[in-house]
C-alpha cells in the first residue's frame, strides 16, 4: 500500500498537485518539480501507451533525443534569444553553452537532415516521450505547469504543403481517439489558437475546468472553440459563424501546429524530388503534456474524499481492502481473491494492513480513487462474498466473488 499524507505542501496551492500528493502519486521536490511515485508512474505509463498506440497507428516511428543540447542549434534558428523560457547554462569545463531542450525542432531537423531522404521516403513521422525544461514564469499550478515535465512530441516531415496537410486533419483523429481514451474527452475542444511565429493559426485542445490558466469560447453546435487569445473583437465559431459562444476556463493539453518551412530553412533540410531538384521539406509537429493531462484528468475528475480517475488511466482497477486483521477467515479469502484476480490479469492494490481501522482505509481508497472497491470482511467472508463499490458512487452491493470477478471482467 503506498502511504498517503493527511496534508499537502503549505506552499502547494493547486488542487491537482495536492490530490495527487496526499494520494501518493507524486512528492513536490520545489516549485514546478515533482517527482513522480511508484502509482503516479502507473497513471503515466498507461497515458504514455494510449499516446503510443495512436502515435503508431499514425505511422509515427519512436525515438528518444537528448534533452543535453548545444547553444549553435538554437542560434541557427535565432531561438537561443528568443525562446523566452529556455534554460541555457555554461560547462564549467569547458566554456560551452548549454540549452536544457523545451523542444525538439532544433535537433530532429538537423537529425533528418543526416539522412538525404529522397521524395520516396517521404512522409516520415517520429515521435518521443521525453522529459523537457521550461524556465515557467508562473509554476504554481502543480503539475500542469512544470519546470521539467513529459511531453510526447512528434514532427512530421512532408514533400508538399498538400502531404502536410492532410497528415495534419489525420492527426486530430488521433488526438481526438487519445483524450476519449483517457477519458477527459467529453470537457475536450478543438481550438483554433494563434500559430506562434510558425503560421497564422494552429489547434489546441482545451480540456474545460475552472483550474485552467486559459480562456476559451466555445460553440454548442460545432464542438468546436477558439482562444481568447486570438480574438480581439467578437469571438465567432471557426466553423459555422456563430456568435454566441460560451466563455470558459481550460487547460491546454495538446497543441498541433504545422510548421510549413520555419526549421527546414535555417537547417537546410531538403529532399531530392521525382525530377531529382532538391526542395525543402514541409514539417508539421503535434505535443501534449503527459504529466499536465494526468493533473488535467485529476482536476475535471474528482470530489470532496478525492481523485475518481477514468478507468483507462487508473493506476489500479481494484482497490481490495481485507476489513479484518491479518488472520482468520475474511484474511484468507482475501488473499485468495487477490490470487485469483491477479491470475485473471486484473490489476489490484490489495490493502490488507492490519494497524488501521476500516475507517482510515475507505478514507485512503476514496483519496487514492481507484474504480472499483472490493471490501472482504469477516462477516461478507462467511458466505464466501464481497462487497463491491465503484468509486463516486453511493450504491454498493454484497456478491459472492465469482459474480464479483465477471462484473468487473465484463466493466469495460
Ligand atoms: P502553455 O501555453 O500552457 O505555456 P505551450 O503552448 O507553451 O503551453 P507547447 O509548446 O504547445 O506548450 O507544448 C505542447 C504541450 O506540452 C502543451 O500542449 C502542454 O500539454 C504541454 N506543456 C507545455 N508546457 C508545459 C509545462 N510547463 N508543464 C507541463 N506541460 C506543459
Ligand atoms: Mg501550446
Redesign the pocket.
Known amino acids: 500500500m503506498p502511504k498517503t499524507r493527511k496534508e499537502a505542501p503549505k506552499d502547494e496551492v493547486s488542487l491537482n498537485a495536492r490530490l495527487l500528493i496526499r494520494a501518493g502519486f507524486i512528492d513536490k521536490l520545489m516549485a514546478g518539480v515533482y517527482t513522480i511515485l511508484p502509482l503516479g508512474l502507473r497513471v503515466m505509463k498507461k497515458i504514455e501507451n494510449i499516446i503510443r498506440n495512436e502515435m503508431e497507428a499514425a505511422g509515427g516511428q519512436e525515438l528518444l533525443m537528448p534533452a543535453l543540447q548545444p547553444k549553435e542549434n538554437w542560434q541557427k534558428t535565432g531561438r537561443w534569444e528568443t525562446f523566452d523560457s529556455l534554460f541555457r547554462f555554461t560547462s564549467h569545463y569547458s566554456k560551452i553553452d548549454f540549452a536544457l531542450g523545451p523542444?525538439h525542432e532544433e535537433i530532429i531537423s538537423p537529425l533528418v537532415k543526416k539522412f538525404n531522404l529522397s521524395y520516396r521516403n517521404l512522409p516520415v513521422s517520429l515521435f518521443q516521450f521525453q522529459t523537457k525544461f521550461?524556465d515557467?514564469k508562473r509554476a504554481k499550478s502543480g503539475?500542469?505547469?512544470?519546470r521539467e515535465?513529459l511531453?510526447k512530441d512528434l514532427y512530421s516531415f512532408h514533400s508538399g504543403e498538400k502531404d502536410a496537410e492532410n497528415y495534419y486533419e489525420k492527426m486530430k483523429g488521433h488526438y481526438e481517439n487519445i483524450f476519449n481514451r483517457c477519458g477527459i474527452g467529453e470537457k475536450t475542444y478543438l481550438t483554433l489558437a494563434s500559430g506562434g511565429s510558425f503560421s497564422q493559426y494552429s489547434h489546441?485542445y482545451q480540456t474545460v475546468t475552472d483550474a485552467g490558466?486559459d480562456t476559451i469560447y466555445i460553440c454548442d453546435k460545432c464542438e468546436m472553440a477558439i482562444n481568447k487569445e486570438i480574438t480581439e473583437t467578437t469571438p465567432a465559431c471557426p466553423q459555422c459563424g456563430n456568435k454566441d459562444l460560451k466563455e470558459n476556463k481550460s487547460i491546454?493539453?495538446?497543441?498541433i501546429f504545422s510548421l510549413k518551412t520555419k526549421f527546414s530553412e535555417p537547417f537546410d533540410l531538403k529532399f531530392t524530388d521525382e525530377n531529382g531538384q532538391e526542395k525543402l521539406m514541409v514539417m508539421g509537429c503535434y505535443?501534449?503534456?503527459l504529466?499536465?493531462?494526468m493533473g488535467t484528468a485529476v482536476e475535471t475528475s474528482n470530489d470532496e474524499n478525492g481523485i475518481i480517475w477514468p478507468e483507462a488511466i487508473a493506476p489500479y482497477k481494484i482497490h481490495l481492502i481485507n476489513l479484518k486483521g491479518k488472520e482468520g477467515k475474511s484474511s484468507q479469502l482475501a488473499g485468495e481473491i487477490y490470487e485469483k484476480m491477479t491470475k485473471s490479469g486484473m490489476e489490484v492494490l490489495f490493502d490488507d494492513r492490519d494497524d488501521l481501522r476500516a475507517g482510515e482505509k475507505f478514507a485512503d481508497a476514496d483519496l487514492i480513487g481507484i474504480p472499483y472497491r472490493v471490501i472482504v470482511s469477516g462477516k461478507t467472508a462467511e458466505y464466501d462474498s464481497a462487497e463491491i463499490k465503484k468509486r463516486g458512487e453511493k450504491k454498493s452491493e454484497i456478491l459472492p466473488i465469482g459474480d464479483i470477478m465477471k462484473k468487473i471482467a465484463n466493466s469495460n
Open positions: 523542444t521550461r515557467e503539475i500542469l505547469r512544470g515535465f511531453m489546441e490558466e491546454e493539453v495538446g497543441n505535443g501534449i503534456g504529466s499536465r493531462l
